[in-house]
């Protein structure tokens, strides 16, 4: 497959990265208007489409600060559709009326529906990720807590009593035990697939 080009409109991507307080009010002002119209056209108000933006602004944060988004298409493509996806599924989810205008001729974009998913993908693995993890025992959170938290196994080992053999042991046993009830998650195929 070929290698997608950056887009110029990286530039949004990287400021809401930095947490940048003008690229953040750049994309309110060029963009939202937009996803309002949209939200309060489909069973929606402006609450719920400031949520929305909300939702979705934080979702991108997140995939540039820890997945090193790529922007491959125009940001308003893509913003656009995470909006409108995010909405439909709110929608779905609350049992509201059907949507009332479809504006498929708003955005067709194939850059921006292949980062969608890339993103829907990872906010679905992320949220599976923390509802298996809340289903561990107290022993294996706590030794994979600190884990993340610290640097080395040595220091974890230190903080929680036990030696450093246990910890690296009991982490390999928690690690498969949590990729085991992930993988055996009806959710898990779900994600799979998509």
């Known amino acids: 497959m070929a290698e997608r080009k950056i887009h110029e409109d990286q530039k949004y991507i990287d400021g809401l990265a930095q947490n940048n307080a003008l690229v953040i009010r750049a994309v309110y002002d060029k963009f939202a208007s937009k996803v309002i119209h949209y939200i309060c056209n489909n069973s929606g108000d402006r609450d719920d489409a400031e949520d929305i933006i909300q939702e979705v602004l934080v979702i991108i944060y997140e995939q540039a600060r820890d997945k090193n988004l790529k922007l491959t298409c125009p940001f308003d493509a893509y913003f656009f559709l995470l909006c409108k996806r995010k909405w439909l599924n709110e929608l779905k989810k609350s049992s509201r009326k059907a949507v009332t205008t479809e504006d498929e001729n708003v955005y067709r974009n194939e850059e921006a529906e292949i980062l969608v998913t890339e993103a829907d993908v990872s906010v679905a693995k992320e ?10 025992g107290k022993a294996c959170k706590e030794l994979l807590q600190a884990s993340f938290r610290m640097k080395s196994m040595e220091e974890v080992a230190d903080t929680l009593g036990i030696t450093y053999a246990y910890a690296r042991k009991k982490k390999s046993l928690c690690v498969g035990k949590l990729t085991d009830m992930v993988r055996r998650s009806p959710e898990y195929e779900k994600i799979k697939s998509s």
């Open 127 to 136: 949220k599976l990720f923390e509802v298996m993890f809340d289903r561990l």
